[in-house]
């Protein structure tokens, strides 16, 4: 199965929103809505931020928030601060092999 | 609290097999629903989904790697095991095992595993 499909980079100032994409087919983020996005600072075990395209897992801040539109899912960060500055990667379940998939990743930088 | 750690070699050689231990507690992997998976970083790059077992012993394995990838539970001992056969310096990882219901809520550490002659 091929990689989902992020932006290498994403930026945005404090306070300011950012959205990253995450495209994959009809396969995969199109045909299921399992999509999640995990969040991870350098040298640290990714953290589950969103499921199921919208769901925030408790603890997660409400700054953090996933839709999807066709084969396209996204992940916007609200009023950024200085913390949320990490890489971030998406997954989609992809049920044509019953298989899972991840993205190549996204380095947000808060300005 | 759910905790997952992994164990096994930090140090293979090419061709040999990997074994690695994911020993969790907080859940049971005899409950309806619940899953534990293995997920690969290597260094500098993205996360490589690998294989994934639920509690009814169903699998799954990433396509290109199945011939060399199994996975098993041992639901007395709270532990899930990856082998992975002829290894490559293209392995060397950091490997993560987790938990999962809809998504991979809790991770463990991760264990580096280097592939080195």
Redesign the interface.
């Known amino acids: 199965q091929s990689a989902l499909t992020q932006p290498p980079s994403a930026s945005g100032s404090p306070g300011q929103s950012v959205t990253i994409s995450c495209t994959g087919t009809s396969s995969d983020v199109g045909g299921y809505n399992y999509v999640s996005w995990y969040q991870q600072h350098p040298g640290k075990a990714p953290k589950l931020m969103i499921y199921e395209v919208s769901k925030r897992p408790s603890g997660v801040p409400d700054r953090f928030s996933g839709s999807k539109s066709g084969n396209t899912a996204s992940l916007t960060v609200s009023g950024l601060q200085a913390e949320d500055e990490s890489d971030y990667y998406c997954s989609s379940y992809a049920g044509s092999n019953n298989v899972e998939v991840f993205g190549g990743g996204t380095k947000l930088t808060v300005l | 609290q759910i905790t997952l750690k992994e164990s096994g070699p930090t140090l293979v050689k090419p061709t040999q097999t990997l074994t690695l231990t994911c020993t969790f507690s907080g859940f049971s992997l005899s409950t309806s629903g619940v899953s534990v998976?293995w997920?690969r970083q290597p260094p500098g790059k993205?996360?490589?989904?690998l294989a994934?077992i639920y509690w009814d012993d169903g699998k799954?394995?990433?396509?290109s790697l199945k011939s060399r990838l199994t996975i098993t539970k041992d639901t007395s001992k709270n532990q899930v095991v990856l082998t992975m056969t002829n290894m490559d310096p293209v392995d060397t990882a950091t490997y993560?095992c987790a938990h999962r219901l809809?998504?991979?809520?809790?991770?463990?550490?991760?264990t580096m595993v280097t592939v080195s002659s």
Do not use: K, N, T
């Not at chain 2, 993205?46 to 989904?49: K, N, P, Q, R, V």
């Open positions: 998976g997920i993205a996360l490589e989904w994934l799954r394995y990433r396509p993560y809809s998504a991979y809520d809790i991770w463990g550490q991760g």
